[in-house]
């Protein structure tokens, strides 16, 4: 279990933060807007340990480059895709010398985030027998399972068979009643889905898409 309870306004706060005036994408907060979400996942027990593990790693290996002797580089995504392709810190095509790039690593999460962004979105229109497991999948088939290989999409969807139900969804998100959850939901999926735009423009712009 978290050390620390997990609170939805907590995600919708960092993912507000993550975003400047000119629309880049600050990389410590985007981070601390996984970490969130990290607790969210611990939260809901233990079949979600291997997911968010990977997840833990990731993080760490991009807080390493932040704080790291080129940390400057990388406060925005922008400034990170920059100076990581400038640099030939990147592999392209397969991985080499540079396996574990701010790049390739930025985008796992990226493409969690869109997964993240369509079951959010399906828990706040959901009615009361939508089942979690159902919308988890259905939303992890639309977007993440694509880039999973077979054993992993196993894992991942015995993980959701044994998620809780919806009111314990609701419930953990810890921001009041059934209602005022959805309201919130409401407030922070646009600034998910923004933060998740912007970032895919950048990396479709860059062919950096496809990043083994
Ligand atoms: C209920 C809220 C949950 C939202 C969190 C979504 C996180 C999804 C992460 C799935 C991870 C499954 C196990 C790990 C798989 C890795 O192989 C994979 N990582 C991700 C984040 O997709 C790809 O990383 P890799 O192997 O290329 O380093």
């Known amino acids: 279990?978290?050390?620390?309870?997990?609170?939805?306004?907590?995600?919708?706060?960092?993912?507000?933060?993550?975003?400047?005036?000119n629309k880049e994408v600050?990389?410590?907060y985007y981070i601390a807007g996984w970490q969130e979400l990290v607790t969210f996942m611990n939260s809901l027990g233990s079949v979600f340990s291997f997911i968010s593990k990977d997840v833990v790693s990731k993080i760490q290996i991009?807080?390493?480059?932040?704080?790291?002797?080129?940390?400057?580089h990388y406060?925005?995504?922008?400034?990170?895709?920059?100076?990581?392709?400038e640099n030939d810190l990147v592999d392209l095509t397969k991985r080499g010398s540079h396996?574990?790039?701010?790049?390739?690593?930025?985008?796992?999460?990226?493409?969690?985030?869109?997964w993240l962004e369509l079951f959010l979105e399906r828990l706040r229109t959901s009615t009361e027998d939508s089942k979690t497991s159902v919308m988890c999948s259905d939303a992890y088939n639309e977007s993440l399972a694509q880039h999973h290989?077979?054993?992993?999409?196993?894992?991942?969807?015995?993980?959701?068979?044994?998620?809780?139900?919806r009111d314990t969804f609701f419930e953990v998100m810890n921001a009041g009643d059934h209602t005022q959850v959805v309201a919130l939901l409401g407030e922070s999926l646009?600034?998910?889905?923004?933060?998740?735009q912007i970032t895919e423009d950048l990396y479709a712009n860059n062919n950096l898409l496809e990043l083994p």
């Open 1 to 21: 279990m978290a050390a620390e309870t997990f609170r939805l306004q907590k995600v919708l706060e960092t993912f507000r933060s993550s975003l400047s005036e």
């Open 26 to 28: 600050y990389v410590k």
């Open 62 to 72: 991009i807080e390493n480059f932040l704080s790291g002797e080129n940390g400057s």
């Open 75 to 85: 406060a925005t995504i922008q400034s990170m895709v920059t100076y990581e392709l």
């Open 99 to 114: 396996p574990e790039s701010g790049c390739r690593t930025l985008l796992r999460l990226h493409r969690a985030l869109h």
């Open 149 to 165: 290989p077979w054993l992993i999409r196993k894992a991942v969807g015995m993980a959701f068979c044994a998620l809780p139900g």
């Open 190 to 196: 646009p600034l998910i889905a923004e933060v998740y």
